[in-house]
């Protein structure tokens, strides 16, 4: 199963990949169909939840935690993130044995996504390459009873489920002025000998230039390389 966002909604230069995750996880949930007679999604906790919205589906950006992938002053920044994502499935609950035995079918149901081949991927429009999710680091689940409405009066029966997924951010320098091309003049020392010496001669280098494929990049900027091809003699 696998999830391809329209161009038009979703690129690295204006989303986080931790956002590209969590909406791209949201994606495949809502074509599961035991989540299709899910009345109300979700993916902030602003608003309280009413019986009319009953079942409930919840899906957040819990915590992000960055740690420098490498040595922290060691070229550009690079960062292994650890996001916390989390479900919330919340259902009216007339009876326990039953409301418990749904949400862990509903948390059966979320675990399978980790069966498919491609769980990890999340492709993205050319030019930018997919995003890509190294690991799962830890998970939890937890089933919470209560009331739900402006009267408290409806039981519901939640299922609280995280999993914490790793993946590395990076952000190469902007190269806004590539060095293109250097001129270098090879002379002797003034005053020579006349005929000791071979005359002054100046060597013209063009720096080969690459275009840059982080999703980040603006404008299409160039990045320089080491490569160098002497063109010219005069």
Known sequence: ????????????????YSFIIRDGWLARIKVLPTFQSVKRWATTT?????????PFFGCYIMDEQLRPDGDPNAGEPRFVNEMKLGFSVIIQNSDD????KNL????Q????????????????????????????????????????G??????????????TFRHR?????????????????????????????DPPFTVQYDLLQEKSTM??????????TPRLRKSQEF
């Open 1 to 16: 199963m696998s999830y391809r966002p329209p161009s038009s909604q979703f690129t690295p230069d204006l989303h986080s």
């Open 46 to 54: 602003a608003n309280r939840i009413q019986p009319e919205q009953l």
């Open 97 to 100: 044995s039953v409301a418990e």
């Open 104 to 107: 862990d079918t509903a948390y």
């Open 109 to 148: 149901m979320l675990m399978g996504l980790l069966t498919y081949q491609g769980w990890h991927k999340f492709p993205m429009p050319a030019p930018w390459p997919a995003v890509e999710i190294e690991g799962i680091s830890r998970g939890s689940r937890q089933f919470k009873y209560g009331n739900a």
């Open 150 to 163: 402006n009267n408290q009066e409806t039981p519901i029966a939640e299922l609280r489920f995280d999993l």
């Open 169 to 197: 951010t990076f952000f190469p320098p902007v190269v806004t002025d590539p060095l293109e091309r250097i001129h270098v003049t090879v002379a002797y020392p003034w005053p020579y000998e006349q005929g000791a010496y």
């Open 215 to 224: 999703p980040y990049s603006l404008d299409s900027p160039t990045f320089a």
